[in-house]
């Protein structure tokens, strides 16, 4: 599991770095090991491209960001995962967060700390692998369900999410389904084209209607596999 300290103390800090080796040298055995990130700011974390998680956050007195905010940022970017408040100077518990953030109390007690990293295992379990969608802007975060097909047109990849947006993106269709294809549900029936099989609508001999009415003609050899996912997704819909 992978974790991020973000306290702008110094000594709290250093000391949650020490209590979360002991954390993960204790674990290794059984959940694996804690792989730990330590950040001094806001901005440093909220600056790092990588997902954890866990997030450890106490910020109270550097840049314009507070704990509050940090958390806050991390949940408008589409964080998911855990994120733990400790509380010193600033009472969180205060303010209204969702499911996903808990709060703990410094001084930190080991067996405090090991009660929150049981939940963020539990909470890990539980998520929905994300797949990484980069532009030069921003990185977006999705779930398998949210795609309906990737279309490369004039060296340029669009991803088509179900909520109606548009994501454009770095690299290839081919880029992209060496991504994705491990999921059943996508599959590649063109070297510009990668479509998400559960929202097939209707297969019309060689063509394929997706869910948003856009109209796809694909070679005969990939109709098996659309005609698989199709009725797949379609019965457990049925169910």
């Known amino acids: 599991m992978h974790i991020a300290i973000c306290d702008d103390n ?3 800090r250093k000391q949650m770095e020490r209590l979360m080796q002991r954390e993960s040298e ?3 055995a059984a959940t694996g090991v804690l792989y730990i990130d330590s950040y001094g700011s806001a901005e440093s974390l909220l600056n790092n491209p990588l997902r954890y998680d866990a997030y450890y956050i106490d910020i109270c007195k550097s840049g314009e960001y507070d704990g509050t905010k940090t958390a806050e940022t991390l949940l408008k970017d ?5 994120i733990i408040l400790c509380c010193s100077d600033i009472d969180y518990r205060k303010h209204n967060f969702p499911a996903n953030v808990s709060f703990l109390e410094k001084p930190v007690r080991q ?10 295992l539990n909470m890990k379990s539980q998520v929905k692998p994300q797949i990484e969608l980069r532009h030069e802007k921003e990185t977006v975060y999705v779930t398998e369900e949210d795609i309906l097909y990737a279309v490369e047109e004039k060296r340029c990849l669009t991803i088509n999410l179900t909520d109606g ?4 993106v770095i690299g290839s269709a081919g880029t992209f389904f060496s991504q994705v294809e491990n999921y059943p549900s996508f599959f590649a029936p063109g070297t510009r084209l990668v479509l998400n099989g559960r929202y097939i609508d209707q297969i019309i ?7 948003d ?3 796809y003609k694909i070679s005969r050899k990939f109709l098996d596999y659309a005609k698989y996912t199709f009725t797949e997704f379609h019965e457990k819909t049925a169910d």
């Not at 589409?78 to 855990?82: K, P």
């Not at 001999?205 to 869910?211: A, D, E, Q, T, W």
């Open 10 to 12: 110094v000594g709290d």
């Open 26 to 28: 204790r674990r290794t």
């Open 78 to 82: 589409g964080v998911v995962s855990s």
């Open 111 to 120: 067996a405090d700390l090991s009660l929150t990293v049981d939940h963020a």
């Open 165 to 168: 947006r548009k994501i454009p």
């Open 205 to 211: 001999g060689n063509k394929i209607v997706m869910c």
């Open 213 to 215: 009415h856009t109209e």
